[in-house]
């Protein structure tokens, strides 16, 4: 290996582990972004948009 070269260990990518659940509370459509594994981490809104593809 000369002066300019260097090596280094592949980085590992995190796991995602979020999910995403939508459902109707009385005339209000409501998302929530969750980790299953920490139930302290969560965000939940009342504006939801559609994909437009």
Known sequence: MTGGESTSAPVSQ????????????DDTRVSMIADPENEHAWVQSDLTVDVQR
Do not use: G, I, S
């Not at 999910?19 to 109707?24: F, G, I, L, Q, S």
């Open 14 to 25: 995190p796991r995602v582990r979020a999910t995403y659940e939508e459902y109707d509370l």
